[in-house]
């Protein structure tokens, strides 16, 4: 079970959450807009290897985003959040907003990063494929964006509400702060510029995707694939944005296969 | 009591249908549904009937900004000012006003209503709203999260560039500039009043009163539902030890007049219903971007302490509108009880009269003035005024050049 830390950033600046477990190789994972940690897929990755999975500023748990006036800053802050976690070098693993700060972690500083796993990362913007607007769709439109399958064990938890009033207040002000936070980096379109620095992304990496992900289109996982050195994409089927929760086992299973850990040999990133 | 008209200069011919087969008024409406030629017509009209309010003795004539709305069809208020300030003389134009976060650099705004303010002779109210979601978000691209940031800093960016008699450079987190030297500089000293037009978020409620700026509070909902924020307003200015000048605030009201209940209803209401269901089909998710409210005004609604401007139920019945308050409609004298019980009530010393909305045609939009100007509006004038001063309006120069004749 992971259990949840504090942990200071850039000399006491901000105060960040942090959940951690498991034995092993270190293992950042960066979340998206949708699966804060804890959650079940960190939970999973925790039973085979050392999982770090902070909570990103502005979200609920960890201080706010008010100083991430530019996209740079953001970058610069998750500099500073490896050097406090102790992270020299690391796997990485980004979701969806987690996976285009990834993706940009793995450009700036490639000596840091072992491997790199991006399921279903944001980042890149296509006009004639847009990536649906999640902030101004309707709460209906966007679950069957992330989930293919309504009833879905994942998506039926990620659908509950607490019956508590208080509760209730609470949660709608938590999912209020991340999409808030979210509006940051991925307004009006979730593209910084990710593809001029992508070239430097070298090391081996996967790229994991929903074949029926509705919030961005798993052809744009060839694009990831075209842009980075040495990856390949796998798309599950069966799933949409929230792959790894909502196929819990492939993802988890197609992950450590590819880090060769818990048991499984390292599988050889494809030739380029 | 000062009492203004405002206009939206609404696209009258939307189809009847319209509600059914389009997505949203706002942001994403179809652009072949605008005739140009019938958008001569429309700002003609418009700008007709805000001069004759001014001809016929309101205080004040009210313009605002909108983006990809076919409701509301000034993106740039500050050109219908311009034209507003040559065609009048003495009334205030009221621009309510310049989504101030929205220009780059701010001091854009600065300029434009500094020369506005020399055009009209000293008659402008400058309105700083911070824009509502689907204008500032949706249309014009900014993001939520740092809208109410760049905001604050662009007020003050422009209040100094009013102010500041030396050259100054600015270092902002949103805007750096080297000089800052606005030329021409307003008439009105320090600078022309401000107006904050709000939708309802109570950090608004606590920033104009530190500001000593004027609130507005601008639904279509109208004053029962209107209650609840001013009250906030004024339960914050309570709190803050400001006294309850009426003065202090500003309201949206529409409201329509005629000779009879039954006469009124039959002449107005198609063209209010059709405001109701069809202009304001705003697809949700455009109302409200996440991070546009900040998470104290989300939890202040949840706990009902606070209301968004957009929200209502569809398809609304003349009479529903009429029991809600949405529209003050009636004879002379019904509409002067309802204005009076609404000013008392929620406190207000400028009240803004929607008077043209909806598909209403050009000729009722006048018949609509001229008996507000005639029979109500005079019978209004002196309230509050025996306690209270107003602060916050225009004060032009005395002698004021007019516009030669051609």
Redesign the interface.
Known sequence: MMHETRVSVRNGAYDVAVFEGGEGEPLLYLHGGWDQPPNAFCEELARSCHVVAPVHL?FEGSAP??DM?EYSDALYYHLDLLDALGLGTCTLVGHSLGGMFAAELAAIAPERVRRLVLISPLGLWDSARPVL?V????PKELSAALYHDATSPAAVEAARTPEDEDEL?TH??TR??S??????YL??LPDRGLSRRAHRIRMPALVVWGAEDGVCPASYGDDFVRLLGDAHLEVVSGAGHEVHLEQLDQVAGRVTAFLGVGGAAPVPAEPR | MKICMFHLMPYRWLPQDFDKQHHSVWVDIPSRLFDPALGHVMYNQSLDELEYAAAMGYDGICVNEHHSNAYGMMPSPNLMAATLARRTRDVAIIILGNSIALYNPPIRVAEEMAMLDCLSGGRIVAGFPVGSSADTNFAYGMAPAILRDRYYEAEELIIRAWTDPEVFSFDGRFTQLRYVNVWPRPIQKPHPPVWVPGGGSIETWGWTIKKKYVYCYLSYSGYKKGKTVMDGFWRTAAEMGIEPNPYHAGFLQLVVVGGSDSEVAERYGPHIEYFFNKMLHVYPGFSDAPGYRTVETVKARLLGLTTRPFDRPPDMSWKDLVDQGAVIAGTPTSVTEQLEHMTRTLNIGHVMLLNQLGSMPHDLAMENIRLCATEVIPNLRGLWDERWQDHWWPQPLAERRQPAAV
Not at chain 1, 135 to 138: E, H, K, L, P, T
Not at chain 1, 179 to 184: G, L, S, V
């Open positions: 502005g985003a008010a006036l607007d902030f101004a769709a309707q207040v709608i002000l209020s702060k999409m808030a936070t979210q509006t940051r307004w009006p």
